[in-house]
């Protein structure tokens, strides 16, 4: 091969460091812009870290704290139908059936004041009422936060308006034979485990999580996943509905319903073979001269030989039918 002679490798370069400068100004804009992406996502980053920092540090507004636990032992006996029922506003809520004719609860209150008058303010405002309606237990916790029927909810108050947060934690031990009805807003889980009663378990802002269930009922939240595990079946119709959240219903074996599931962003998966149902006619509705026609939107699917209908609902979430191997 012959050797290329010195005067054209330079000649190639000088070449080279002429046309360097013109493409550059060509790509000016991608340059530019591309940095003033880069600076408006620091930009972004550095606003995201102040919001985080600033609700990290939310609580530096309610600088006078307290903390209470509540125990109390009730009997609960005499009763065909014994009941549980927690009405929650801020805070948890975990029960735990036991072998056991007694209940024991353990009550977690914590409150943050903007000052010492407004932590007086809450421990009078906000009150535990405690009641055995029936040999059962009922559980409400009262405050200008709830709503006041009579004056059409004009006279219930934020929380915030107040200058005080008060939460209370839940823990109850219940005999595992009792229905259980529980329900929290902000703030908080819902969780049962053993309870062989029927079941009401509603939140808001928060998971519900039932496990070791032998009875029928409904589990609704709104930002949140619903998980629910059953030692025996259903043995009437009940309800799960999320409208932020996976819903994954373990059922034991032999299991033999009638589902309706509806689903917006998610899909529907089932460990149990499931044969298609016919669609619900449209239900007719007269209102003074017309009539509304309202069409069921769910579809509806069988287990085996059919049985208690079983209604799932979510709008961004999967759905999940499965076997319970426990």
């Given at each position: 091969m012959r050797a290329?002679?010195?005067?054209?490798?330079?000649a190639i370069y000088v070449a080279a460091l002429l046309v360097l400068p013109l493409w550059l100004a060509a790509r000016q804009p991608f340059v530019r812009s591309a940095t003033s992406a880069l600076k408006?996502?620091?930009?972004?980053?550095?606003?995201?870290?102040?919001?985080?920092?600033?609700?990290?540090?939310?609580?530096?507004?309610?600088?006078?704290?307290?903390?209470?636990?509540?125990?109390?032992?009730?009997?609960l006996v005499g009763a065909a139908h014994r009941s549980i029922e927690v009405d929650n506003v801020?805070?948890?809520?975990?029960?735990?059936?036991?072998?056991?004719?007694?209940?024991?609860?353990?009550?977690?209150?914590t409150t943050r004041a903007e000052s010492k008058d407004a932590l007086a303010l809450a421990r009078k405002e906000v009150t535990l009422e405690i009641t055995q309606p029936d040999g059962g237990l009922k559980l409400y916790v009262d405050g200008p936060f709830r709503c006041q029927c009579e004056d059409g909810c004009r006279g219930s108050r934020h929380r915030d308006d107040a200058g005080y947060v008060v939460k209370m934690d839940f823990e109850l031990h219940v005999p595992s034979n009792v229905d259980v009805k529980v329900k929290t807003v902000n703030?908080?889980?819902?969780?049962?485990?053993?309870?062989?009663?029927?079941?009401?378990?509603?939140?808001?802002?928060?998971?519900?999580?039932?496990?070791?269930?032998?009875?029928?009922?409904?589990?609704?939240?709104v930002n949140g996943p619903v998980k629910v595990s059953f030692r025996q079946n259903p043995r009437e119709n009940s309800s799960f509905e999320s409208v932020n959240g996976n819903i994954d219903l373990l059922f034991a074996r032999g299991l033999?319903?009638?589902?309706?599931?509806?689903?917006?962003?998610?899909?529907?998966?089932?460990d149990f073979p499931v044969t298609t149902m016919p669609l619900q006619a449209p239900q007719a509705e007269r209102h003074g001269g017309k009539v509304v026609y309202h069409a069921d939107r769910f579809t509806a699917g069988r287990v085996s030989a059919g049985g208690p209908e079983i209604k799932i609902e979510n709008l961004n979430g999967d759905i999940r039918i499965l076997e319970n191997h426990e």
């Open positions: 290329i002679p010195f005067y054209r490798i330079l408006s996502l620091g930009h972004t980053l550095q606003i995201k870290r102040a919001h985080a920092d600033l609700l990290g540090d939310s609580d530096t507004s309610f600088p006078v704290q307290d903390h209470e636990v509540i125990q109390k032992s009730f009997t801020f805070g948890s809520i975990e029960v735990l059936g036991e072998a056991s004719d007694q209940a024991q609860l353990v009550v977690d209150k703030e908080g889980r819902v969780i049962v485990r053993n309870v062989t009663g029927n079941f009401i378990a509603r939140n808001v802002n928060g998971d519900i999580e039932l496990d070791g269930m032998a009875g029928s009922g409904l589990a609704h939240t033999s319903a009638d589902f309706r599931f509806k689903t917006f962003n998610g899909g529907v998966y089932s």
